[in-house]
Every structure is written in C-alpha cells, then in structure tokens.
C-alpha cells in the first residue's frame, strides 16, 4: 500500500528525547493500570490521542475518542492539543501524559522526519503507539500502525473532481500547505498526475504552498491570487483545510465563474456546495482514525500483536458533491466500520 498521512499542519525541528524517570514512568505494581509489562483489559486502558496542536480536522477525535471509550469499556480517553505545532512541546506533552499513567497513544506527529525517534522510545518504555492521520516521512514507520488518508490519492481525486467541474480542459490552481512536509508533496504529486492524464489540456498554472498555518493567512494568499490570476484560472483545487475555506469564501465573494474543489468538510464548504459556489469536496475520515486507533490500542496493549509491524492504512477519502452532500456521513460511517473489521480479520492476531 502506498505511504499514506494527512494534512499536515507545522514541521518541527528538534528530535524527540522521551526521558521520564522510572519513577515517574515506567516502574508501576502489576495491579497499576499504567503497568507496560503485562496484558491489560481494556478497564485499565488509558489512552490518549495527541495531535501536534490546535486545528479544526482534529476536532472530531474528541467525539470518537469518547465513543470509543464507551462501546470498548476503556478506563479512559484523553485528547490533548496542547503541542503548539512544535515537536519538542509535543514530546513534552507526551512525557506528561505517560507520568500522568496514560498507557496507550495515538499520535500526529508534528514533525514528520522525526516522529519516529518519539515513537521508538515509548515503544521502549513499553506502550503501544499509533501513528494517526499522518506517517512518517520516509519508508519506515516506528509506531506499531499508522492509520491515515493516503493523501496523495485523496489530492488526486480532488484534482480529477476538479478538471471534470471545469469541463476537462483549462488553467488550474493548486492551493495547499508547507511545502517542505512530505505530506505537501505526496500531494502535488497527485495533483500533477490527475493534470498529467489530460494530455495538456489542462495546465497546472501553480502550486502555491505554505498558507495553511491559519485562515487569515489563507485568506490573504487567496485574494492576491485571485486578484493577479483569477481571469486566467477556471478551477482551484484544495488540499489543506484553511485554503479551503478561503478559497470557497473568495470565490464567491468575486463573482468569478470558477471552480473550487475542496477538502473537509467545514460549515462554510458544506453550504457552498449546497448554493452551488463549491463544485465539492474530498473528505478524509478524522472519526475512523481515532475510533480504530483508539480500539486498536487496546487489542494490542491487551496482548494481540500486528501481524505486520508498522503497517500503513488508509483510513479512506470521499468526493462529496451536491448530489452526495446530504448523505456522506453514512459512507464515512461504513468505511469506520470497514476498517475495525480489516484490523479484526487481517492486521491483528490475538490468541
């Protein structure tokens, strides 16, 4: 399966030290439930899900996080935003976290090519780690899984979404986020193949990155573009949240026939679509990531193992246009479903 990892929001720069004291985090009685060396039933389960900072695509871990706990019996789900989009704040937090006796972690790591370091050494310590909604760069995964969109198909569909909207042939733009995240660049790959397919009909007029870091900045990026290119371009296609939003809001606000392909599903997207000013969107599957991830957590802490260690999931991308728009959820739903029972029946062995 190919790499897979989500809209990715900040790059941090310093690599992981995860240095708690054993007192502090890995010398517990048998009967505590933060005990890392033997099996654990799910009453002593406390996980805690622990993106890189605040950002709306998360927002849904809370919700699924709490659902998790209840159909599973967990003893408790946690989500914590607090890393600041930093790596070393996000190690600290996660430090905290496993003093606190939380056992279990799903994890979006803020920076990419030095996730793995964080994960290897709470793998040490002996807790079961998820890689949630984005992998690490490269071809190795040090979590036990890693459950995210694979955002370089998700990209391409969005772009095949957007060259039909616009009739097949025409001037694309290609808003999205930091350039250096590896996720960015799966991303413009797959945007370049969907224009590539054309045959030249379509022409990729630019990529412009960097301009996910909040909505105002997005919203300043979209009103320079439309005001120097917005003649020029018949479609925009989005693969960050923020560009999203701003380019939906812009578009409309101009007046200008062109085509907005989105991604998520924030307020303002839904109702463009409905008006008919968002030629759609692709969702990703924020409830799924959490949901399994959370689920997964628990089998493996109570003695399942993954049959293949590291593995890369993809935890599913919808096209959502106006003739889908009102019913999405249920596919969502049933991809969330789909993917607890592949764990069961592929990815997990317990005995």
């Known amino acids: 399966m190919k790499r897979t990892a ?3 929001i900040g790059v941090g720069l310093a690599a992981f030290a ?18 890392t060396a033997g099996r654990k039933t799910p009453e002593q389960m406390k996980v805690a899900l622990v993106p ?13 996080g709490a659902k998790a706990k209840a159909d599973f019996k967990l003893g408790e789900v946690t989500y914590n935003e607090t890393a600041g989009w930093d790596q070393t704040k996000q190690n600290d937090v ?24 964080t994960f290897e050494d709470l793998k040490r310590q002996g807790y079961p780690v998820a890689s949630l909604a984005s992998c690490p760069a490269g071809d190795v995964n040090k979590a036990d899984f890693c459950l995210s969109t694979d955002v370089e198909l998700a990209a391409y569909k969005a772009a095949k979404a957007a060259i039909e909207a616009m009739g097949g042939s025409g001037n694309l733009v290609h808003l999205t986020g ?13 945007v370049e193949k969907a224009v590539a ?15 996910d870091k909040d909505l ?13 290119k917005g003649n020029q371009i018949q479609a925009i296609v989005n693969t960050a949240y923020n560009p999203s939003v701003a380019s939906a809001e812009g ?17 303002t997207i839904l109702d463009g679509i409905r008006d008919g000013s968002v030629a759609g969107t692709v969702l990703q599957n924020p409830v799924g990531q959490a949901y399994v991830g959370s689920y997964t957590l628990s089998k493996l802490a109570g003695g399942c193992t993954m049959s293949q260690p590291g593995v890369i999931i993809d935890s599913g991308s919808f096209v959502v246009t106006k003739a889908n728009v009102d019913g999405y959820e249920a596919d969502r739903s049933a991809k969330t479903d789909e993917l607890k029972k592949e764990f069961d029946a592929k990815y997990l062995t317990c005995q």
């Open 94 to 117: 996660l430090k905290s976290l496993a003093a606190q006796g939380y056992n279990a972690f799903g994890i979006f790591g803020v920076s990419p090519d030095n996730i793995n370091s």
């Open 251 to 267: 578009v409309k606000q101009a007046k200008l026939p062109i085509k907005v392909i989105a991604i998520d599903d924030d307020k």
């Open 216 to 228: 105002q900045s997005a919203q300043k990026a979209v009103a320079d573009l439309l005001a120097a």
């Open 18 to 35: 995860l240095t708690a004291t054993t007192a502090a985090c890995t010398k517990k009685s048998d009967a505590d439930a933060g005990d």
């Open 6 to 8: 989500l809209v990715h």
């Open 197 to 211: 397919e054309t045959g030249g009909k379509v022409v990729l007029l630019q990529n412009v990155t960097d301009i």
């Open 178 to 190: 930091n350039k250096v995240d590896s996720n960015t660049q799966r991303r413009i790959k797959g």
């Open 52 to 64: 890189g900072g605040s950002h709306p695509y998360f927002q849904p871990w809370k919700d699924a």
